[in-house]
T-cell receptor, first 114, second 116 residues
C-alpha cells in the first residue's frame, strides 16, 4: 500500500514568486496536515484539512494557503515567497479525527527561496 | 497552550547498548496522546511509539519502550540493543484528544548517534 506521497521533492523559487506543493494521502485517510520544518525552528503546524474543509490553521500569515480536493489530496500554496520560507514542508495524513490514532508522514518537499 | 521540551540536543550510544531520550511536556488537559517520531537522513518522519494518556501501562514496541509519568509530565523513550539503523533525529510530540485542533506539537528533537 502506498504511503503519503509528496511532490516535488525539491523546489527552487525566487523571492516574490509563488510555490505550489502537493500531497497525496494514504488511501482511506481523509485528514491531511501540513508542517514546516525550518532550520532552528523545529516542526511547526501549518494547516489541517479534513473532508475538503480547512479545520485548523497554525500561526502563519495568509500567504500560506491550501486546499483539499474531493480525492483528499491536498495542495499547499505559498505566495509572495520570502527567504525565510526556505524549509522542509512535510505533509501527513490520518483517518478522520474521531478515528485518529496516528499520523503518517511523507518525505517532504525541500523549498529553497533565493 | 501546550509545549513539548526535549532537553538533549544530541545523544550518543554504543551499538547493542541502551539509551534513554528525555521529553517533558506542559498541558492542562487530562486526555491526550504522546508520540515519538524518528526522522532519519531520508527526512521521512516515522512513528516509533504512541502512548494514550489514559493508559497507565507504558507502551512497548519491540526494542522501544516509554516511561510515561503523567503526574510529572514526563515521557522518555528507551531504545534497547541499539542498532546502527537507529541513528536519526528523534522527536517527541503531543496531541490533544479532543480533536478540535488535531495538530501535533513537537519538541525540538534529539539527534541520536550510534557508534559501532
Amino acid at each position: 500500500e502506498a504511503g503519503v506521497t509528496q511532490s516535488p521533492t525539491h523546489l527552487i523559487k525566487t523571492r516574490g514568486q509563488q510555490a505550489t506543493l502537493r500531497c497525496s494521502p494514504i488511501s482511506g485517510h481523509t485528514s491531511v496536515y501540513w508542517y514546516q520544518q525550518a532550520l532552528g525552528l523545529g516542526l511547526q503546524f501549518l494547516l489541517w484539512y479534513d473532508e475538503g474543509e480547512e479545520r485548523n490553521r497554525g500561526n502563519f500569515p495568509p500567504r500560506f494557503s491550501g486546499r483539499q480536493f474531493p480525492n483528499y489530496s491536498s495542495e499547499l500554496n505559498v505566495n509572495a515567497l520570502e527567504l525565510e520560507d526556505s524549509a522542509l514542508y512535510l505533509c501527513a495524513s490520518s483517518l478522520a479525527w474521531y478515528f485518529y490514532t496516528e499520523a503518517f508522514f511523507g518525505q517532504g518537499t525541500r523549498l529553497t527561496v533565493v | 497552550a501546550q509545549t513539548v521540551t526535549q532537553s538533549q540536543p544530541e545523544m550518543s550510544v554504543q551499538e547493542a547498548e541502551t539509551v534513554t531520550l528525555s521529553c517533558t511536556y506542559d498541558t492542562s488537559e487530562s486526555d491526550y496522546y504522546l508520540f515519538w517520531y524518528k526522522q532519519p537522513p531520508s527526512r521521512q518522519m516515522i512513528l516509533v511509539i504512541r502512548q494514550e494518556a489514559y493508559k497507565q501501562q507504558n507502551a512497548t514496541e519491540n526494542r522501544f519502550s516509554v516511561n510515561f509519568q503523567k503526574a510529572a509530565k514526563s515521557f522518555s523513550l528507551k531504545i534497547s540493543d541499539s542498532q546502527l539503523g537507529d541513528a536519526a533525529m528523534y522527536f517527541c510530540a503531543y496531541r490533544s484528544a479532543g480533536g478540535a485542533t488535531n495538530k501535533l506539537i513537537f519538541g525540538t528533537g534529539t539527534l541520536l548517534a550510534v557508534q559501532p
